[in-house]
Each structure stands twice: as C-alpha cells, then as structure tokens.
Nanobody, 116 residues
Framework: VQLQASGGGLVQAGGSLRLSCAAS????????SGWFRQAPGKEREFVAA????????FYADSVKGRWTISRDNAKNTVDLQMNNLKPEDTAVYYC??????????WGQGTLVTVSS
C-alpha cells in the first residue's frame, strides 16, 4: 500500500487544519491507521490512531481533546481534524498503517506550520 498525506499548511495559533490520508495500491482493509509527526530535530512520534471499524481511537496526551481522527472506508481515507493548533504542533505529519511488522510505510508527509 502507498499512503499520501495532504492538507498541511501555515496557520496561526488557535486555528484549525484537516489532514487527509489516501491509500493507493490497496485499501486500508483490516488495518488500524494512524498519524505520526516529526518536528525539526526530534524523533517521529505517535499522534493518533483508529481501528479498522472506527470503533476505537487513540490519542497522544498532547493532542487529546483538541484533535479527532476519523476514517471513511468507502473512500479509503483517514482524516485528522486538528483544532486549537499550537506552535509546538509544527511538524511534518505522516499517516501509516499498523501491519505485521509495525507501522508504515512512511511517505513524504505533509508539513504543518503553526505561527504564534
């Protein structure tokens, strides 16, 4: 499967963005999907995940209550609605699926820049 993240951009603190991840090559079928981010000079970190059914979602403490992950299996997309953005949310955001060998594949990602 190939994953393409989109929707990043420049936004002021307190603003919102919606990221979208589209799968090609094959569907997300059966996989838990998630979002990760990597800020300059830092390691990639987990942000949010959603099970295939959408029945369970998981969030990093830093985004809990501000962001919402969702999926549309018919459209083969996984979205991340980011509200109340903070400068520390500035990073490249990646989507991935949790396969047998762990999370991946890592595509280009989409850059989110939050100005103060």
């Amino acid at each position: 499967v190939q994953l393409q993240a989109s929707g990043g951009g420049l936004v002021q603190a307190g603003g919102s963005l919606r990221l979208s991840c589209a799968a090609s090559g094959r569907t997300f079928s059966g996989w838990t999907s998630g979002w990760f981010r990597q800020a300059p000079g830092k390691e990639r970190e987990f942000v949010a995940a959603i099970t295939w059914s959408g029945g369970s979602t998981f969030y990093a403490d830093s985004v809990k209550g501000r962001w919402t992950i969702s999926r549309d299996n018919a459209k083969n997309t996984v979205d991340l609605q980011m509200n109340n953005l903070k400068p520390e949310d500035t990073a490249v955001y990646y989507c991935a699926v949790e396969g047998e060998k762990g999370w991946g594949p890592w595509g280009q990602g989409t850059l989110v820049t939050v100005s103060s």
